[in-house]
Every structure is written in structure tokens, then in C-alpha cells.
């Protein structure tokens, strides 16, 4: 195939990917989830709704909710039937960026494509998980204090609460799968193990820093939170990479094989006896060759 014929492949894949992005966008924007609705308007619920009813769950009782604007909950709405609709896609899109790239792929490294993608899904699901069970509950309880502290009402933007909490899950789960990206790097020999058993202190502290910056607004009890399970899958993944790293085969000279060392030439010719001329293989009176 040419490269356009690719690039034309490329895009046929794409557009369905977009195809599958607007349906699914579409859907979590409109679709109702039940037919309570035709009863009674303010129970018009979509999936883009239900979003955002469960990650309300997560507020404290007595924080308010406020709009500031009169546009954010449509706002609200449509970035959460985005999100989801990109969730839907994005199963699609990563099927189709395999197919359009798995015939480029080496056995060794099409064998690592599915285990990576098995362990980033796995991975990612329960980082997610622990997000929103943990991590968001344990950045409220370090927040609300400080609103007693400083004097103020506890009140807080509903884009500002939403951008938050979607925020923190979203970081955490992919905090989760370091070690996926982690061991790839080590498997096709980018990183080696030692470079962060010798250096196990400085990375610890790198880690807690990168909790701390994104972790937002969670104070010290949200980030030793974060940072807790990622040392841990980070530890796990060190030894999980090790296995990789087997001695590779020492460099051998190549053995070249050389012609056999032609026989010395002699001093007078075999046909006609007449003397030759040294280093000369053809006879200077029959012309012919004494090799």
C-alpha cells in the first residue's frame, strides 16, 4: 500500500469513530431513561443527567450548590453528555487505531498490546473506583474545616464542584496505570529497573510531589490518600519489570568466511616450461593460466 492508501484507511476508520462520538453524545444528551417524564417534566432524566446526580451524591449535606450563572447548568449537561459520549468512543477509537497499526507489528510487540491494554482498563476501572468512593470523600473532609476556619459560608460554584470531582476521578484512575507504562518502557529496554532502586528515595519524594500538584484543593490528607496506592502499584510494578530484564545475549564476532589461500603460483609454466612472472598467474609465451 501506498501511504495515501493508508492515510485513506486511516481516515475511513476515523470517520466511524466520529460517527460512533456524535450517536453516543446524542444519546446521553436526549434519551430519556424512563418514561416518568410524561407525567411530570422535572423528572426528565438522561443518562448526561444521571451523571451528574450520582457525582452530586458525592457533596457533603451541608455544602450548597450555587449556579453563579444562569447558562452553567445547561453547560453542565452538555459537557456531561460529552464525557460520556467519549467514554463509549473510546473502546471504538482504540480498536480501530489497533487494526490500522497491527500489521507494522512485531510478534514480541503485538503480544505485549493486549496484556498492556487488559491491565490499563483494569487498572484505570479501579483507580476510578477508588476516586470516587475515597479520594473525593477525603478531599471534602480536609476542605470543610477551613470554611469554619476562615469565616465562610460553605458554598461553592456547581461548574466549579462538578470540574473538581470529575477532576479528581479522572486523575486518580490514571494515576493507576503508571505501572502499565512503566513496565512497557522497561520490557522494550527504554528504562531500567535500577535507575529508580537506586535512586528509591528521590522517586517517593518526586511521587508526592506529583500527588500534591494534582491533587486539587485536597490539602496534605488527599495526597498522602493518592499516594499511598500509587508507591504501592509503583513497588509492584518494579518487581513485576524485573522479570523483563533479562541478560540479553553478549555481542560475538561474526565468523566471515574467507575464500581458502590459493596455493602458491610456480616459478615456470605447466604447459610450455617457459618462466613466469612472479605474481603473475598467466604465462608470458602460451598466455595461459597456471591457477
Known amino acids: 500500500m501506498t501511504i495515501w492508501d493508508h492515510i485513506r484507511e486511516l481516515v475511513q476508520r476515523m470517520k466511524i469513530v466520529v460517527v460512533v462520538f456524535i450517536v453516543s453524545t446524542l444519546v446521553a444528551l436526549g434519551m ?10 422535572t423528572y426528565y432524566h438522561t443518562p448526561a443527567i444521571a451523571l451528574l446526580n450520582l457525582l452530586r451524591g458525592l457533596k457533603p449535606h451541608n455544602l450548597v450548590l450555587l449556579a453563579l450563572n444562569v447558562t452553567a447548568p445547561l453547560e453542565l449537561w452538555a459537557v456531561a453528555s460529552f464525557i460520556l459520549g467519549a467514554m ?9 487505531l489497533y487494526q490500522f497499526i497491527d ?3 512485531y510478534p514480541n510487540e503485538r503480544g505485549a498490546v493486549y496484556p498492556a491494554i487488559l491491565a490499563f482498563t483494569v487498572l484505570f476501572t479501579g483507580g476510578a473506583l477508588f476516586g470516587f468512593f475515597f479520594l473525593v470523600p477525603v478531599m471534602f473532609i480536609g476542605m ?9 459560608a460553605p ?14 476521578i479522572l486523575v486518580s484512575g490514571f494515576s493507576f496505570t503508571l505501572p502499565v507504562f512503566f513496565v512497557l518502557l522497561v520490557k522494550f529496554h527504554v528504562l531500567h ?53 533479562k541478560e540479553e545475549p553478549k555481542e560475538t564476532e561474526l565468523e566471515v568466511e574467507r575464500p581458502p589461500t590459493p596455493p602458491p603460483l610456480p616459478t615456470v609454466c605447466k604447459f610450455c616450461g ?4 612472479k605474481g603473475n598467474p598467466f604465462c608470458p609465451n602460451c598466455k595461459r593460466s597456471q591457477v
Open 155 to 168: 458554598e461553592i460554584g456547581v461548574t466549579d464542584y462538578f470540574s473538581l470531582v470529575g477532576l479528581l
Open 193 to 245: 529497573t535500577s535507575l529508580i532502586t537506586k535512586n528509591r528515595r528521590y522517586f517517593h519524594a518526586a511521587l508526592y510531589i506529583i500527588c500534591a500538584v494534582i491533587t486539587p484543593d485536597g490539602g496534605p490528607l488527599a495526597d498522602i490518600a493518592l499516594y499511598l496506592p500509587m508507591a504501592a502499584f509503583a513497588e509492584i510494578s518494579i518487581w513485576f519489570a524485573k522479570r523483563y530484564e
Open 88 to 96: 463509549v468512543t473510546l473502546p471504538v477509537f482504540a480498536y480501530e
Open 144 to 152: 470543610m474545616p477551613f470554611f469554619t476556619l476562615v469565616g465562610a
Open 103 to 105: 500489521p507494522a507489528l
Open 32 to 41: 430519556p431513561i424512563d418514561l416518568s417524564f410524561l407525567k411530570n417534566l
Open 274 to 277: 617457459h618462466d613466469l612472472v
